[in-house]
């Protein structure tokens, strides 16, 4: 009788170990690498909030890549601010927003933003006093949520 009790033991504290084994790999091998607003990129006039919804789910330590033109003749300028709540994010106030991504920085491959927490983060373009924000539709936001 203690056999049976034994052996059972046995498979449930292996595969305890091996369900949370399988969750600490998930969570760096599987993180997904999601290029913002897909091939429209970081641009002016795309509803980023609705292409967010669309791209959803997004979890713990996946990468955001912001891709944007240096700003030349042809181009505006673009940047990527984080704001820190909701109601700043609506109104798209920039004051005490933290600035991730320069006018410089979306060219070529980009720059990279890992959701790092399981937290909201609101994203916007800071350009033109929130004008690219407000009316040009560059801002949204995710919750990443676990892999496991």
Request: glycine share 10%; with cysteine; hydrophobic share 40%.
């Amino acid at each position: 009788m203690a056999g049976k009790f034994q052996g059972a033991g046995f498979s449930l504290v292996g595969t305890f170990f091996l369900l949370l084994f399988s969750c600490n790999v998930s969570r760096t091998v599987f993180a997904a690498k999601i290029n913002v607003g897909g091939p429209a990129n970081w641009t002016f006039g795309f509803n980023y909030t609705d292409w967010a919804l669309k791209t959803a789910p997004f979890h713990v330590n996946d990468t955001l890549v912001f891709k944007y033109d240096p700003p030349n003749s042809t181009t505006h300028a673009h940047s990527v601010y984080l704001v820190k709540d909701l109601p700043k994010f609506l109104a798209c106030d920039l004051k005490r927003a933290q600035l991730f991504g320069n006018v410089m920085q979306g060219g070529g491959e980009g720059f990279e933003f890992v959701l790092s927490k399981r937290k909201t983060y609101y994203f916007v373009c800071g350009e033109k006093q929130g004008f690219h924000c407000s009316t040009g539709l560059m801002r949204f936001f995710v919750r990443p949520a676990k892999r496991c």
